[in-house]
């Protein structure tokens, strides 16, 4: 029994002394870390890499802080309560460069994981181009892969500095906002990985959303009390468009109404209103159900040694405003008559779209080239040195079928007493 | 070398080998000792005077024995003489019956000196009106029975003492037990008195298979042990092995099954209880109906159950009583539980100090925001914690009812308000010790959730130094070790390793009764068939059981 004890306790010991040995090496306390919540790069005059992150404080955030001094904070409490968050900045000719010197700057350990948007700033974009940025952030392992990769406009600095009392940290603000984007289908932000994989796709240009700073029309700078600054900064973020590019440089920007059109054109379309005139006066609103990628097809067409595009989108709407009164919702022949109407509106939205890739940028973001080579991939061998050429020339035959679902709880526009009655699509 | 000095020292601190039983003197007795095998060998003696003065000798110096001396029958009558323990026996008894028919009613059956040789047989048969009467002739039977409650007459003349059972004495009564409460199911416990414990079985198992065998144990206390179970669902060699294992126990006393437990069981090395402990009668007929094997031990009212596996552990009397929806739910519920009580704090030491990516961002900010200015690192104010609850827990169990509540109160302003506004520990440490305890009281049968609670601190030293792999690796290490284990011969984790599909139906889920047609594979070799097959009730259906399924 002795040597059955003795043996239990060698055991025991044998087994602390290999965790004592072989533990706790990678044992990192979440105190002891700075979690990196917003990552910005841009270029310096000098052409350098200027790295911003921006660190969580937590402590801030445990009293109850962030939103403390938002309303009431008058000059007396200057700026308010302590930020949630630090910003470290650092430069230099590679960004690894740049990360370990942000060590020398920050008491923490800076911590990648939960940084869930990258920043590019316009300037690198266009410049240098995003290659390196997006290599070194797909070699670390604590950068994810589903971390928004955004371009950004305007001056980081600022940028990175727009909270709300929402949110208070701009990290997440920027993340909240770009999760609404479903809502709207006019943004076209993508995700480090996807990002990746377009960019080294052959026949396929990268895109992303944009981050903007606009001011704000409803938080006023000026406090009650006179002289005194709120420590809100009176800013807005908005996510708007896309920034395409060509190859690893941005090419230009598109505008919302040319966002959709890309998304369209992507399958990504998830959601969002579209708006259209009646011919006989009045406005519809509809908003678009999950389209979807299954909804659309991209179709080259190869004939007579020609090329060009069959572009068909599929997607089912709800009625959701209608500015119109005496607009017989209830006929299917004015409901025939308004899909026509919006699928006139949608593919105007493509077409914006093809004019400003096609004409302008020259670049594919739509991914022609790859449903040339899907489709016909001898033909794409002989013209892929040339596909900028070809795409821009390219002829694009848009073709969009709608169906309204449903047209909400009423079923007749709403018509105020003595309101006059506007013509609408008429039946039949 | 090294490692072998110091183990070695190590060795050193451990328990010496205790010296032998016999070996150790009794120096509580200031007279002599009287010992079981010496008493053996003396028979009662023929004279009165003789056994009187011998048990004078032994018992007189107390002041709760009682010698009557009587005389029988006519004339100067024959020397006799009543003794018995006071408290231990039913005094109406001794007065109504015993002395009054061995006097009164002997005068008036004419007995006379000259019938000796034939009087103890006469006053048995005749004279004392008594249930359950026995002979005994040498003094270790005869002290045996003073001291169980008998009432010994002993009668000039004859070589044998009579002793009556005339046990009374002061018991509790059958109240429902404090362990295992239940909100619909029979309300009745064992109470310490093992009689009334058998009878609790035996009128819910009117079998006349359901045997009660009795065996004795302790040399000084000589408790009183039956097994119970059922002839023909019980494998037979189970019932040996139970003998077997219980004649082994040589102990000087027993006074809680719990030291028969410790005894009997198969791995005396390992946290894992193997034997089931209930206070509930209708638990232990469901179990003899399985075909396992029931240990009462007279003097408390816990009854050991043999062999247990882990699932049996998981189960509580009342899953069989609800509806089954609700049984299965529970059950998983308390996997759940058990779980958690055995990772959680792990899980977050692991979390917190290696595997921060696995946080959502969201709770990352709570968590860090909650862990800042905390001097300790997770593990140490994890360990702190789970002391402090631990200690709570304790002191609350030991406490009198009216200073628990206090105790209650400062652990819970100290612990759960001080602590965390003194930044010492943070708020999530709180709430993962309160739920790790509220786990661990999920558990229907206390024995499991100590287990649990013992393993969770290994459990944190391997999160703290390997993080997830260490926690992975710990749990594996117990999942062999109990994958290991047998309980009287039946796989620890039975339904599951070895597989036994057939009886998942009662350790995944609870299936309703009309399903659960099988007695446990691992148990029952025999009678395998529980009920009629097709039972499932549905309207109109006016098929007699067994009909369904194509007859058992």
Request: include cysteine; aromatic fraction near 6%; glycine fraction near 10%.
């Given at each position: 029994?002795?040597?059955?004890?003795?043996?239990?306790a060698?055991?025991?010991?044998?087994?602390?002394?290999?965790?004592?040995a072989?533990?706790?090496?990678?044992?990192?306390?979440v105190?002891?870390?700075?979690?990196?919540?917003?990552?910005?790069?841009?270029?310096?005059?000098?052409?350098?890499?200027?790295?911003?992150?921006?660190?969580?404080?937590?402590?801030?955030?445990?009293?109850?802080?962030?939103?403390?001094?938002?309303?009431?904070?008058?000059?007396?409490?200057?700026?308010?309560?302590?930020?949630?968050?630090?910003?470290?900045?650092?430069?230099?000719?590679?960004?690894?460069?740049?990360?370990?010197?942000?060590?020398?700057?920050?008491?923490?350990r800076?911590?990648?994981?939960?940084?869930?948007?990258?920043?590019?700033?316009?300037?690198?974009?266009?410049e240098r181009?995003?290659?390196?940025?997006?290599?070194?952030?797909?070699?670390n392992?604590?950068?994810?892969?589903?971390?928004?990769?955004?371009?950004?406009?305007?001056?980081?600095k600022?940028?990175?500095?727009?909270?709300?009392?929402?949110?208070?940290?701009p990290?997440?603000?920027?993340?909240?906002?770009?999760?609404?984007?479903?809502?709207?289908?006019?943004?076209?932000?993508?995700?480090?990985?996807?990002?990746?994989?377009?960019?080294?796709?052959?026949?396929?240009?990268?895109?992303?959303?944009?981050?903007?700073?606009?001011?704000?029309?409803?938080?006023?700078?000026?406090?009650?009390?006179?002289?005194?600054?709120?420590?809100?900064?009176?800013?807005?973020?908005?996510?708007?468009?896309?920034?395409?590019?060509?190859?690893?440089?941005?090419?230009?920007?598109?505008?919302?109404?040319?966002?959709r059109?890309?998304?369209?054109?992507?399958?990504?379309?998830?959601?969002?209103?579209?708006?259209?005139?009646?011919?006989?006066?009045?406005?519809?609103?509809v908003?678009?159900?999950?389209?979807?990628?299954?909804?659309?097809?991209?179709?080259p067409?190869?004939?007579e040694?020609?090329?060009?595009?069959?572009?068909?989108?599929?997607?089912?709407?709800?009625?959701?405003?209608?500015?119109?009164?005496?607009?017989?919702?209830?006929?299917?022949?004015?409901?025939?008559?308004?899909?026509e109407?919006?699928?006139?509106?949608?593919?105007?939205?493509?077409e914006?779209?093809?004019?400003?890739?096609?004409?302008?940028?020259?670049?594919?973001?739509?991914?022609?080239?790859?449903?040339?080579?899907?489709?016909?991939?001898?033909?794409?061998?002989?013209?892929?040195?040339?596909?900028?050429?070809?795409f821009?020339?390219?002829?694009?035959?848009?073709?969009?079928?709608?169906?309204?679902?449903?047209?909400?709880?009423?079923?007749?526009?709403?018509?105020?007493?003595?309101?006059?009655?506007?013509?609408?699509i008429?039946?039949? | 070398?090294?490692v072998?000095?110091?183990?070695?020292?190590?060795?050193?601190?451990?328990p010496?080998?205790?010296?032998?039983?016999?070996?150790?003197?009794?120096?509580?007795?200031?007279?002599?000792?009287?010992?079981?095998?010496?008493?053996?060998?003396?028979?009662?003696?023929?004279?009165?005077?003789?056994?009187?003065?011998?048990?004078?000798?032994?018992?007189?110096?107390?002041?709760?024995?009682?010698?009557?001396?009587?005389?029988?029958?006519?004339?100067?009558?024959?020397?006799?003489?009543?003794?018995?323990?006071?408290?231990?026996?039913?005094?109406?008894?001794?007065?109504?019956?015993?002395?009054?028919?061995?006097?009164?009613?002997?005068?008036?059956?004419?007995?006379?000196?000259?019938?000796?040789?034939?009087?103890?047989?006469?006053?048995?048969?005749?004279?004392?009106?008594?249930?359950?009467?026995?002979?005994?002739?040498?003094?270790?039977?005869?002290?045996?029975?003073?001291?169980?409650?008998?009432?010994?007459?002993?009668?000039d003349?004859?070589?044998?003492?009579?002793?009556?059972?005339?046990?009374?004495?002061?018991?509790?009564?059958?109240?429902?037990p404090?362990?295992?409460?239940?909100?619909?199911?029979?309300?009745?416990?064992?109470?310490?008195?093992?009689?009334?414990?058998?009878a609790l079985?035996r009128?819910?198992?009117?079998?006349?298979?359901?045997?009660?065998?009795?065996?004795?144990?302790?040399?000084?206390?000589?408790?009183?042990?039956?097994?119970?179970?059922?002839?023909?669902?019980?494998a037979?060699?189970?019932?040996?092995?139970?003998?077997?294992?219980?004649?082994?126990?040589?102990?000087?006393?027993?006074?809680?099954?719990?030291?028969?437990?410790?005894?009997?069981?198969?791995?005396p090395?390992?946290?894992?209880?193997?034997?089931?402990?209930?206070?509930?009668?209708?638990?232990?007929?469901?179990?003899?109906?399985?075909?396992?094997?029931?240990?009462?031990?007279?003097?408390?009212?816990?009854v050991?159950?043999?062999?247990?596996?882990?699932?049996?552990?998981?189960?509580?009397?009342?899953?069989?009583?609800?509806?089954?929806?609700?049984?299965?739910?529970?059950?998983?519920?308390?996997?759940?539980?058990?779980?958690?009580?055995?990772?959680?704090p792990?899980?977050?030491?692991?979390?917190?100090?290696?595997?921060q990516?696995?946080?959502?961002?969201?709770?990352?900010?709570?968590?860090?925001?909650?862990?800042?200015?905390?001097?300790f690192?997770?593990?140490?104010?994890?360990?702190?914690?789970?002391?402090?609850?631990?200690?709570?827990?304790?002191?609350?169990?030991?406490?009198?009812?009216?200073?628990?509540?206090?105790?209650?109160i400062?652990?819970?302003?100290?612990?759960?308000?001080?602590?965390?506004?003194?930044?010492?520990?943070?708020?999530?440490?709180?709430?993962?010790?309160?739920?790790?305890?509220?786990?661990?009281?999920?558990?229907?049968?206390?024995?499991l959730?100590?287990?649990?609670?013992?393993?969770?601190?290994?459990?944190?030293?391997?999160?703290?130094?390997?993080?997830?792999?260490?926690?992975v690796?710990?749990?594996?290490?117990?999942?062999?070790?109990?994958?290991?284990?047998?309980s009287?011969?039946?796989?620890?984790?039975?339904?599951?390793?070895?597989?036994?599909?057939?009886?998942?139906?009662?350790?995944l889920?609870r299936?309703?009764?009309?399903?659960?047609?099988?007695?446990?594979?691992?148990?029952?070799?025999?009678d395998?068939?529980r009920?009629a097959?097709?039972?499932?009730?549905?309207?109109?259906?006016?098929?007699?059981?067994?009909?369904?399924?194509?007859?058992?």
């Open positions: 029994m002795l040597r059955g004890v003795r043996r239990a060698g055991l025991l010991l044998a087994a602390l002394f290999v965790l004592a072989a533990g706790c090496w990678d044992y990192k306390e105190e002891d870390m700075g979690h990196v919540m917003l990552t910005s790069v841009d270029l310096t005059h000098r052409g350098k890499f200027c790295l911003r992150v921006q660190v969580l404080v937590p402590a801030a955030l445990a009293g109850g802080g962030g939103a403390g001094g938002m309303a009431g904070g008058g000059a007396a409490r200057g700026g308010g309560a302590r930020k949630p968050y630090r910003h470290y900045l650092a430069e230099a000719d590679t960004l690894f460069e740049a990360f370990r010197d942000l060590t020398t700057k920050a008491p923490r800076l911590f990648f994981a939960h940084n869930q948007v990258i920043l590019v700033g316009e300037r690198l974009a266009r181009g995003v290659g390196p940025v997006v290599d070194f952030f797909e070699r392992p604590q950068i994810r892969r589903d971390t928004w990769l955004l371009v950004a406009r305007g001056d980081l600022e940028l990175m500095d727009v909270s709300s009392i929402l949110d208070p940290l990290g997440r603000h920027i993340l909240g906002v770009v999760d609404n984007r479903d809502l709207s289908s006019r943004v076209a932000a993508t995700r480090l990985g996807d990002f990746v994989e377009m960019l080294e796709s052959p026949g396929r240009e990268a895109y992303t959303g944009v981050v903007e700073m606009v001011p704000s029309e409803t938080v006023s700078r000026i406090g009650l009390t006179p002289g005194a600054a709120g420590p809100d900064p009176a800013k807005d973020i908005r996510i708007t468009g896309a920034a395409v590019f060509k190859g690893d440089k941005l090419a230009g920007f598109l505008d919302n109404r040319e966002a059109g890309l998304l369209w054109l992507r399958g990504e379309v998830r959601g969002g209103p579209v708006e259209f005139a009646l011919p006989g006066g009045g406005r519809v609103a908003e678009i159900l999950r389209a979807g990628r299954g909804a659309v097809k991209l179709e067409v190869l004939s040694g020609r090329l060009s595009m069959r572009v068909r989108i599929k997607t089912r709407v709800n009625l959701v405003e209608a500015q119109a009164p005496g607009l017989e919702l209830d006929k299917p022949a004015v409901i025939y008559g308004l899909e109407e919006l699928s006139r509106a949608i593919r105007g939205e493509v914006a779209a093809l004019a400003r890739l096609q004409g302008e940028y020259r670049a594919d973001a739509f991914g022609f080239g790859e449903a040339v080579h899907r489709r016909y991939p001898r033909a794409w061998r002989q013209i892929k040195g040339e596909w900028e050429g070809y821009a020339a390219l002829p694009v035959e848009v073709e969009v079928k709608t169906s309204i679902r449903r047209t909400g709880l009423i079923k007749k526009p709403l018509v105020p007493k003595g309101g006059d009655k506007i013509k609408g008429q039946g039949g | 070398m090294v072998r000095r110091v183990l070695r020292q190590l060795a050193r601190l451990l010496k080998k205790k010296k032998s039983l016999q070996a150790v003197e009794s120096g509580v007795q200031w007279e002599k000792s009287y010992e079981a095998a010496e008493l053996k060998q003396r028979p009662v003696s023929a004279r009165l005077v003789e056994n009187v003065s011998f048990l004078n000798e032994v018992l007189g110096h107390n002041s709760d024995f009682v010698l009557r001396e009587i005389r029988l029958g006519v004339g100067a009558g024959v020397p006799a003489a009543l003794a018995y323990v006071d408290g231990l026996v039913d005094r109406a008894i001794v007065s109504d019956t015993l002395i009054k028919g061995l006097t009164l009613e002997g005068r008036m059956a004419g007995l006379k000196a000259g019938d000796a040789g034939d009087l103890l047989l006469l006053a048995k048969n005749f004279l004392v009106s008594v249930a359950a009467v026995k002979e005994a002739a040498d003094y270790f039977a005869l002290l045996n029975g003073l001291l169980y409650g008998e009432v010994a007459l002993l009668i003349g004859e070589d044998r003492a009579l002793l009556v059972d005339a046990k009374g004495w002061a018991v509790r009564n059958i109240e429902e404090a362990s295992e409460g239940l909100v619909r199911g029979p309300r009745e416990g064992f109470t310490e008195l093992m009689r009334t414990n058998t079985i009128r819910r198992l009117r079998d006349p298979n359901l045997v009660v065998e009795g065996l004795c144990f302790g040399e000084r206390t000589r408790t009183q042990v039956e097994i119970v179970y059922i002839r023909g669902l019980a037979p060699e189970l019932v040996q092995e139970v003998k077997d294992r219980l004649s082994r126990i040589h102990i000087d006393g027993i006074l809680e099954s719990g030291q028969i437990e410790e005894l009997i069981e198969d791995n090395y390992t946290p894992f209880p193997q034997v089931f402990h209930t206070e509930r009668p209708d638990r232990v007929v469901s179990m003899l109906l399985e075909g396992r094997v029931a240990i009462i031990t007279d003097g408390t009212p816990i050991l159950v043999v062999p247990a596996e882990f699932a049996v552990f998981m189960q509580a009397g009342e899953d069989y009583y609800e509806r089954y929806f609700l049984a299965t739910a529970i059950r998983w519920l308390r996997y759940i539980a058990l779980v958690t009580s055995l990772t959680l792990s899980l977050y030491i692991a979390m917190t100090t290696y595997h990516e696995m946080i959502p961002p969201r709770l990352l900010t709570s968590v860090a925001s909650s862990r800042e200015g905390i001097p690192p997770a593990f140490v104010e994890a360990l702190l914690m789970e002391f402090f609850f631990e200690a709570l827990r304790e002191a609350g169990i030991r406490l009198p009812r009216q200073v628990g509540q206090a105790v209650s400062v652990g819970a302003l100290v612990i759960g308000q001080a602590a965390v506004s003194a930044n010492i520990v943070s708020p999530l440490m709180v709430i993962v010790v309160a739920l790790t305890g509220i786990a661990s009281f999920a558990a229907p049968v206390f024995s959730a100590i287990t649990m609670r013992l393993l969770r601190f290994p459990m944190m030293v391997c999160a703290a130094t390997l993080g997830l792999y260490g926690i690796a710990g749990l594996l290490a117990i999942l062999v070790h109990a994958a290991g284990l047998r009287f011969g039946i796989p620890y984790l039975a339904p599951l390793a070895p597989l036994h599909r057939r009886d998942l139906k009662d350790m889920v299936a309703p009764t009309w399903a659960m047609d099988h007695r446990p594979t691992e148990l029952v070799k025999g395998k068939r009920q097959p097709g039972q499932v009730p549905r309207p109109g259906s006016r098929r007699p059981p067994g009909g369904g399924g194509g007859g058992a």
